[in-house]
Structure formats: C-alpha cells, structure tokens
C-alpha cells in the first residue's frame, strides 16, 4: 500500500491517500489524540526506565526529523536546516555506509530513537552488510528513558459519525489492495463481532466431506437450526472458527444450505484424522457478521464498499482517540544466507516497541496441525548471530512475536515483554531436521521475558516453542494468558530423530494457561527424543483444559532422556504430571499438588522402563493420587521414596490398590503416606516447614526466590497493554439427552450429534435410510463388508459425559442374517472400563457382560431394549436389562453385573463386528438421566422374570 506520512508534535500518522479530505483543525485534533494515548503509556515506563537514559548516538531519528539531514542531532537546530533522520531506513543506510567507511571500526555504531511511533511503510531489512562485530556491534536503541515505537499499523482519522457509529471509508480496502482482521482502539485490541455474543455453538451432526476434500480433510458440518443464514452480508467474508482437540481452525464459507443444515467450506481442515474432524457436538464460533454488529467495541470491515464501522465505548471521541488498524505482516526481517555463510550479526536493538502487525485469513482458510507453528512473526531471523533484543516490547501482532529460523544462533531475548499476541511469542528452530550443522537453530536464550495475552487470534499457539533446536535456554520468564501450552520443546513423534536435546526450561513462571478452551496441554509440553533437557525450578499453576489433558509438565510421544526437578505444579485440570510415552525419563524432587483428576498419570504401557519418580511430594484433595494407565512393574516404571497424601480425609490408594499391595508389585518401597507439614498450602506456600516427613526421605526444599523474571532486570512490564480475554470458558455442558428417531436427516447421511467412525471401504457405512423403520419412516441401517482393516468398524458413539444419576436408554434393533453387534457403555479411563455391554452373534444370540441369556432375536424383525443402570453414588456395578422380541412379553434381566469400577457414562456406542457382508438397523434411540432421587436399578444379580 502505498501512502504518505505527516509529523505532528512528536508523533507519525499515515494517512491514506485519497481515502479522504480533512480541515487542519481536524486533523490536528486526531494526531494530538494519537499522541496522548501514546505518551500515556511512554511515560509510565519512562519513570521505571533506566538502561536507555545514555543520550549519545551516531545516528538519531525522530518522529519531527528529515532525512535529508545529517542525523547527528537528537533534535533539529533553531534553524531547521539540520537534525534528527526521520526513518529508521535513512538511519540503516547511514549506518552501512559509515561501515563501509570504517571497515575496522572498533566502537558500536549507536542509533537512538526519540520517543514517538514510526509507521513503516515496509518491514524493515536487515542482511550482511548491515552487521556489526564484537567489539563494535549495531545498536539501534531508545533515546534516554522515551518510547519509540515502531508500527505496522495505520492511524485512521477522520471519522463520520452516522447514529452513533464511526465510519470512515477505506479506498484501498475497497479495491482489494488492504485488508486487516484487527483493530486497536486507545492501545487496546477490539473484536469483531462474533454468534453467539457469549459462549460457543456446537455443530449438530457430522456431515461426510464433498469428493474434493476426500482424503485431505473435513469441508461440511450441520448445524443447528437457524445458527447460521445464507442471507448474510459478505457471506464470503464470514469466518467459522472451528475447535478441535488442541487447535482450531478458521474456516471461509462457501454455501450455507438452510434448507438441509450443511455449510460447505472454501477448503478442507488440514487432515482426515478425527482430531482434524468437525464432529457433532463440536464447537464454533461465527466471526465478522454484519448483522451481528451491535456492541460497544466490536467493529466491521466491509470489504465490499471499503467502509470500516466502529462502535464507540463510552468515553472514546473520534476526535481524540488512536485508531490503528495493522498493515504489514512482519516489521523486521534479519536475513543471511546459510549455503553462502554469510549472518547477519552482531545487532542489538534496546528499549524499542514494536507494534501493530497484520494476519489475514486466506481464501482457502487456515488450518494447522499444533502450536500454530507455521505461522511468521513480527521480528524473523534467519541465518542471524549474536543478534541481542534488550528490554524491547513486541505487542498487538497478528501472529507471533519474534522467530528464530534456520541457521540462528547464539541469540538473546532478554528482558522484554511481548503481550497481547496474535499467535504465540518466541518461535525457536524449525519443524523439519537439517543435515547441515550450520542451518540447525541453536543456542538461543529467553530470559527474565514477560510472555502475556497470547492466542488472540490463533488460540493454540505457545508462549516459547522450540522445533529441532537443540542447547536453548529458557529460564526466568513469566508465562501466562494463554490458551493452549506454556513452553514446548520438540517436534518429533515417538523414537524417531529429533533435534531438540540439551534444551534447559529453569525458573520460569508459568500460569493461567489453557482456560477452559483447548485440550491436551500443558504448562511444559515435550516431545521425542530428548536427552540432556532439563526442566527445573519452575513454577506452574492453573492449567485447564476444556476436556482431557490439562497437564502441569507433560511428557508426550517418545519423550527420552528428560529430567524434571524441583518444580512446583499445583491447581492442574488433569494432574501435575503426566507421560503418555517415552523412556528413560527422571522425576524427582518436585512437589505436585491439587490435580483435579490426578495428581500423576501415565498413559501407554511399553516394554523398557518408561520414567522413574523419586523424592516427589504429592499432594491430593479428595482426588486420585495415581491417574489413568498403571499396568507393568518397576522394569515399566519406577516409583520410590515419595511422600503421598491427600488433604480431603481420604486414605490413598495407588492404582485401586493399598500402599501395602502397591508394594508387592515393587513400588514405593521406601515412600510415605504423611502430612508433607507445608507452610500454607491452601493459599500456594510450599515451604516446608522443619519437621516435615519429607525431609527424612531426601527431599530438598525448593527454593522460588528467582523464579520468574528477577529483580530490575524486566523493564518493559509496565508497557504490556490491556489485552481482554479472546475465547470463552467452554460453560458445563447442560444434562445430556438423546432422543433419535432418524427422521430429520435424509436418507444417505449420517446420524445427527453421533460420531462415526469408518474406513475406505464404500460398502461398510452408517447412514440414514427409508428402507425400514420401527416407528415413523427412517431408520439408521450399519452396513458392513469384508476387507476391514479394525473388527470393530464402522461403528458410531455418542459422548454423553453422565456422571451421575439414574440412566435409561431405550432402543429398537432390526438384525439381518448373519449381522453381528456389540452395544457398549464405558467411562474415560485408560484403559476404559465397560458397564452394560450386549452383545448379539450371528445366529442372534444375545448376551450381557459375557452372559448368555437365552434369548435369539429374530432376523428381520423389531426387538425392543430398555437398559437402567446408576452412574456415581448411585452405581452398583449392576443394571437392570429389559428386552420385548415381537408379539412376546418383555424379559426382565435385573441385577446384571459389570464392572465394580465403572461409574460414569463417557462412550455409548454400537459396533458392527461381522466379517463380511451384513446388517443391521437402528431406531427409537432414547438416553436421559432420571432425577437421582428415583429408585437404584435392582441390585440382586442374576434375577430374570
């Protein structure tokens, strides 16, 4: 885009040109209120600002300079024929060119920044020839204590009011030439407005992708009705924001059939894998709608016409409040050469903002596996060395803050803060391995770094990632408001080659992460082969995840040679700690407390000893000490000389067995069940006070004195803007009840808010049909076929997360010859534990739990079941089973027995089992919870009447 800039008491504001015609009066009054939303927040750091307070430079740039001067003063002379460059890019050019002047300059070249912002009108270019040495780096810095800030954003002025609402229009939005997705308002970030105005939709059914998408992804879902409209304005500027398991992806529509339910997308999610799906029960949330402007704050771009609207808070005057809307993706670009050799190097920038990048959704959306990796940053590197960010601040951005690509090493973030973030905020190494040592990212530090407000845009991005990078070192940062994971090293699945080894997370601060939006997380997430890194001395609370996984440090696929030690995790949605597989993994002097689920838990079984957890203090609150897949002895996993206990009154028990029986399976031999004697563990101290058990069994005190950023070493801080939350706290799900009868879709779809689950093979599928029905005209017809690769397929559940109560299901099943079914109930656990289970054999043949009851149901015929069993408190481990063949009386079965353990309802489901050709059909579906004051099933097992 192409624009001017005018200077105005300190301040740059670019103006579109041709966009409109201001008095001097008015414009004026627009820059003058920029600048005072600016200096507002330059003059609070400026009081707590010390290390920029040396005046002296080479090169100075000012916001009232010209660079036609020599840019050797800080300030134009009485006369104006001299001063202060106005750009950043003069000021580079002065500074290559003293270089090529000095080519055995042994002093910095120093350019300094007064306070005020600079609106780029590209990224900024760093490569070679821009490089200091040694002993005479680059610096480009503040001036004194101010606040330079440098923006890829534009100052809109000149609005209209139209009833209320600002509006202004925007020629080169209209032409094409401009886009944005946000938009800062007095310093802070505003939405577009979003349906519903709180909480999330939920998709209705599962829809088969169109053949365009077959194989690559999900492209269709139905919705509910009238969640969304085909009428509305700019249908094609309309996002659908679609969250998966631990990401979300930003889909364009493409058609909205009211009539049938289904949305179509421009372009497919970016696999067929289902934590890629877009299933029933689903959520999502309908951005940028026209229609559904109507809050203080919100605002609509029409692409159409070029005219952006603004709904004003109160208080705000068009007159005198900054509007910035972000133009420039990227605002700094360090760029060498790896297969020449030839860095970028020795550049330090200090005490600089850097603000206001853009991200726009493109025609085909966006959607990415993890940690939204792929995504650029506002500062990039690559092939850059010795490059230094001090006391600098990076916020308001469209996706990450800073990135640190191939051939990047030996480079410092230090003493910064980067808030309010589009995505994630420090970017290390790269997701693919290079063979070429010297393209391999390394060596890079993050520290005493403010990492805050994160995922604003891209909810599963990450405070600090790390890729195949291996001796980086992570330590005394504040990470927190994020919605997916605090700090996450590695990128390599299971046992493969990895690049991240040797990696150091030590006294970081990590907090507020997940918020009830995404799943399977943690406060430090780690993959693959990792030998040499070490976690330690990390403090992490308040992990949440919206389902499973909420994990304080988590070890994920082939996590190996990882050293976890005097961490403090506490307030886990799922447990402090957790490894779903790996090796050869150490845990040892850390305290876990006040899992919601867990306090530890472990996943898969393998045949080599997984972790071993020694000299750990774990502390429960009426919850699990051990959580999910306890199988194997200590050759699978070691646990000894750890104190337990559990602050509710109950007695631990470990795996569903007692201390004493635990023991004879070879664990904790030399553990405790003891009051750990912490200081206050209720309001988070952990000390330990003099007499506590724990110290009898080696335990080491913690100390947290230098645990986040460390005394004046954070300058920025005070800089961080107010950033409001993005995405809400997913509410808790209403009672869950099904009542299907298989008449609203049509025939040849698949079933409403169920998941189903098949292969390649066409002739094996689950759909609607009016081919038979017990009741009303449509039913769900199973079809099976030879050549599956899983027995179980297809099959179909449904996830009704009961918990507690009294549950009735009733249903209709219509067996072909030679079909076989498996109708199950079963809780989350790892393995999961069955409650009813029926089962009917080729020959009909109806068993329960492994019981055979005597009865055959006929082929083509209706068979009616009713099932009652009780879920939390009031399960039994038994249920009561009702079956009605045609023409007959129902056969009562009470008091069937399950499993003892099973006490929550989170998979129902039916499973087609035959080997070849068969089916079967499904109708009359009902499953609701009773009011917990009705009668428990009979408990008296084996009883038939």
Not at 666 to 688: C, E, H, M, T, W
Not at 829 to 846: E, Q
């Amino acid at each position: 885009m192409n624009s001017t800039s005018a200077s105005h008491f300190g301040a740059r504001v670019a103006v579109v040109p041709g966009t409109y015609i201001l008095c001097w009066f008015t414009v004026a009054a627009v820059l003058f209120g920029a600048i005072r939303a600016q200096a507002a927040l330059a003059n609070s750091s400026a009081r707590r600002t010390t290390m920029q307070g040396d005046s002296k430079a080479d090169f100075f740039v000012a916001p009232n300079g010209n660079d036609a001067w020599s840019g050797t003063r800080a300030a134009p002379n009485k006369g104006r024929s001299d001063g202060p460059f106005a750009t950043l890019a003069r000021a580079q050019a002065a500074v290559r060119q003293t270089l090529a002047a000095q080519p055995n300059r042994h002093v910095p070249v120093v350019v300094r920044l007064r306070g005020g912002t600079y609106f780029l009108q590209k990224p900024l270019e760093f490569s070679p020839e821009d490089s200091g040495n040694e002993r005479a780096p680059i610096i480009y810095a503040a001036y004194g204590a101010e606040k330079p800030i440098v923006s890829g954003g534009v100052a809109l002025g000149g609005w209209k009011v139209v009833r209320g609402r600002w509006q202004i229009p925007l020629p080169e939005v209209k032409s094409g030439a401009w886009n944005f997705s946000q938009l800062f308002v007095g310093g802070q970030r505003r939405f577009r407005p979003r349906l519903p105005r709180d909480g999330y939709r939920f998709i209705a059914g599962e829809v088969e992708s169109t053949p365009q998408a077959k194989g690559k992804g999900f492209d269709r879902f139905r919705f509910a009705p009238g969640d969304l409209k085909a009428s509305w304005h700019n249908l094609d500027d309309v996002e659908i924001l679609a969250f998966h398991i631990w990401s979300m992806s930003r889909m364009r529509l493409a058609e909205v059939d009211e009539t049938q339910r289904i949305a179509r997308f421009t372009a497919p999610t970016w696999s067929t894998q289902s934590y890629s799906a877009l299933p029933a029960g689903g959520r999502y949330i309908v951005e940028n709608v026209r229609e559904a402007l109507r809050e203080p704050g919100q605002w609509y771009l029409d692409r159409e016409s070029g005219v952006l609207t603004y709904l004003p808070r109160a208080g705000e005057d068009p007159a005198r409040t900054a509007v910035i809307a972000p133009r420039l993706e990227q605002l700094v670009r360090l760029r060498g050469d790896v297969a020449a050799r030839r860095w970028v190097h020795h550049i330090r920038f200090e005490g600089l903002t850097f603000a206001h990048t853009n991200w726009t959704l493109a025609p085909n959306g966006y959607s990415f596996p993890q940690a939204e990796a792929g995504l650029n940053a506002a500062i990039s590197a690559e092939a850059a060395r010795d490059i230094t960010l001090q006391s600098c601040a990076v916020q308001q951005t469209g996706a990450w803050a800073i990135e640190w690509g191939a051939g990047c090493k030996n480079n410092r973030v230090a003493g910064c803060a980067l808030t309010d973030l589009g995505a994630g905020g420090v970017k290390i190494g790269e997701m693919n391995l290079r063979p070429d040592k010297e393209a391999v990212t390394s060596h890079i530090a993050v520290e005493d770094t403010l990492i805050a407000h994160g995922g604003r845009l891209h909810p599963a991005a990450v405070g600090v990632w790390i890729g195949h990078s291996p001796h980086n070192s992570i330590q005394h940062n504040r990470i927190h408001d994020l919605y997916y994971t605090g700090i996450s090293p590695g990128w390599s699945w299971g046992y493969g080659p990895s690049g991240a080894h040797h990696n150091t997370v030590a006294f970081n601060h990590i907090h507020t992460i997940g918020q009830g939006v995404l799943s399977d997380m943690g406060g430090i997430y780690t993959l693959g082969v990792s030998p040499g890194t070490v976690l330690h001395h990390n403090l992490i609370h308040d992990i949440e995840s919206v389902a499973y996984g909420g994990w304080g440090i988590y070890f994920d696929e082939g996590t190996t040679g990882a050293l976890a030690e005097n961490n403090i995790v506490y307030r886990t949605k799922s447990a402090g700690f957790h490894q779903h597989y790996g090796r050869d993994n150490i845990v040892r002097n850390n305290i876990f407390a006040w899992g919601e689920e867990a306090q530890l838990m472990r996943t898969r079984p393998e045949e080599h000893l997984s972790f071993t957890l020694e000299r750990n203090i774990v502390l429960a609150r009426s919850a699990p000490l051990l959580g999910s897949n306890w199988q194997g002895g200590p050759d699978r996993f070691r646990l000894d000389s750890n104190l337990y206990w559990d602050a509710g009154g109950q007695t631990p028990r470990f795996a569903g067995a007692t201390l004493e029986d635990w023991r004879k399976r070879g664990q904790d031999q030399n553990s405790l069940v003891a009051d750990p004697l912490f200081v206050d563990a209720a309001k988070a101290d952990f000390r330990l006070r003099p007499n506590s058990p724990a110290l009898r069994l080696g335990f080491v005190p913690i100390d947290t004195k230098d645990i986040g950023p460390r005394a004046g070493k954070l300058r920025m801080s005070d800089a961080a803007p107010a950033a409001p939350r993005a995405y809400p706290r997913v509410p808790p799900p209403p009672p869950f009840s099904l009542a299907e009868s298989f008449e609203d879709a049509a025939p040849g779809l698949k079933a409403g808010i169920a998941t189903t689950s098949e292969e390649e093979n066409s002739a094996a599928r689950i759909r609607v049909t009016d081919e038979a029905a017990a009741t009303g005209k449509q039913s769900l017809k199973f079809s099976d076929a030879a050549g599956q690769q899983q027995p179980w397929n297809p099959h179909l559940y449904y996830t009704p997360r009961l918990k507690a109560g009294i549950v009735e299901c009733r249903f209709a099943l219509r067996i072909e010859p030679g079909a076989t079914l498996h109708h199950e109930w079963r809780d989350a656990a790892n393995p999961y534990r069955v409650g009813p289970s029926l089962l009917v054999g080729d020959d009909g043949a109806l068993t329960a739990n492994g019981r055979a009851l005597g009865i055959k149901l006929p082929p083509g015929q209706w068979v009616r079941f009713s099932i009652v069993c009780g879920l939390g408190a009031q399960g039994s481990g038994a249920y009561d089973l009702q079956v009605t063949l045609p023409g007959a009386a129902p056969q009562r079965f009470n008091g069937l027995p399950c499993n003892p353990e099973w006490r929550s309802l989170d998979w129902f489901g039916f499973t087609s089992n035959s080997t070849g050709p068969a089916v079967f059909y499904l109708d009359d579906l009902h499953l609701k919870a009773r009011d917990v004051s009705a009668a428990k099933p009979n408990t008296r097992q084996g009883a038939a009447r």
